[in-house]
């Protein structure tokens, strides 16, 4: 019988140490491919999304399926470096493998709850709420959602750590979190659900900057100014002025008054390659219309 606690402690000791060698202390949010680089490990981004990620052992390599939602992208990345920590060898996950709860293999399980850790440790979780005043087991959808977005994962997978890895959220109010999708938040929040993808921010939001790929949009609780030309002001909402990725780059956005800065990261729509290069400016590339 496959004692899930012990595996929960073993991932949770390997993240922290994860983190640590890569300078990233425990109370902040992480960019994952970033984190991979600093380690040495190489994140290749493969068109397709009928496979749950990859791990190459002698290339110390990690594969990331393109066609996949950005925040299980990056919880694929953790998983794979969860096969790297512990020297799994050469993986080729199914899609359930790398999703939480979705394997029965021990090294599955241990390598999802690394994943689990390594992005959302409980020291990070209980920052980002403090900051907010906020408190996990009173959470809106909309704030599960920002918390989501911060740390750089899916939804529902911020909803399930919450509740199953670090009980800071009762079984009855995740429930009520799931019933409500992130299609459901995009149609409230920018009156359709066209977009691929939505991330707010607040001014809560530091340490990391806000990715995108191009036609994403970003809700920032603040009214901008846009230092660079990657993104755009498209809109404003009642939460705050909506910004679109335009085309691949990095820039910086902040308040009017400058009290709050962040930098701007946009890759190619459906980017696949090197991650050390998707943020990489195209000259070919023009705005979006």
């Not at 380690?39 to 493969?46: A, D, M």
């Not at 080729?92 to 999802?112: K, M, T």
Request: charged share 25%; aromatic share 8%; with cysteine.
């Amino acid at each position: 019988m496959i004692d899930r606690r012990a595996l929960a402690r073993q991932a949770l000791r390997a993240a922290l140490e994860t983190r640590r060698r890569a300078g990233e202390d425990k109370f902040d949010p992480i960019c994952v491919y970033d984190l991979a680089e600093r380690l040495g490990v190489e994140v290749k981004f493969c068109l397709g999304n009928s496979f749950g990620g990859g791990y190459a052992r002698a290339s110390q390599t990690v594969l990331v399926p393109t066609l996949r939602p950005s925040g299980r992208q990056a919880f694929t990345c953790g998983h794979e470096l969860g096969h790297w920590y512990f020297g799994h060898g050469n993986r080729l996950d199914e899609l359930s493998a790398s999703e939480i709860g979705g394997s029965d293999d021990p090294d599955e399980i241990l390598a999802n709850f690394f994943a689990g850790y390594l992005l959302m440790p409980i020291w990070a979780v209980k920052s980002a709420l403090e900051a907010r005043g906020w408190t996990a087991s009173l959470l809106t959808a909309i704030q599960a959602y920002t918390l989501a977005c911060q740390f750089g994962v899916g939804y529902e997978t911020l909803i399930h750590h919450l509740r199953g890895s670090l009980n800071l959220l009762p079984f009855r109010n995740a429930e009520e979190l799931l019933k409500v999708s992130p299609k459901r938040l995009r149609r409230q929040l920018l009156g359709d659900d066209r977009l691929r993808h939505m991330t707010v921010v607040d001014s809560a939001w530091r340490k990391v900057g806000i990715d995108l790929q191009v036609g994403d949009v970003g809700v920032v609780a603040m009214s901008l100014k846009l230092v660079g030309s990657c993104a755009r002001v498209a809109d404003t909402t009642r939460l705050g002025t909506v910004v679109e990725a335009v085309k691949p780059g990095v820039m910086m956005i902040q308040t009017i008054d400058e009290s709050w800065t962040s930098s701007l990261r946009v890759r190619r729509k459906d980017f696949h390659g090197r991650s050390l290069y998707r943020h990489m400016e195209d000259p070919d590339v023009d705005e979006m219309p």
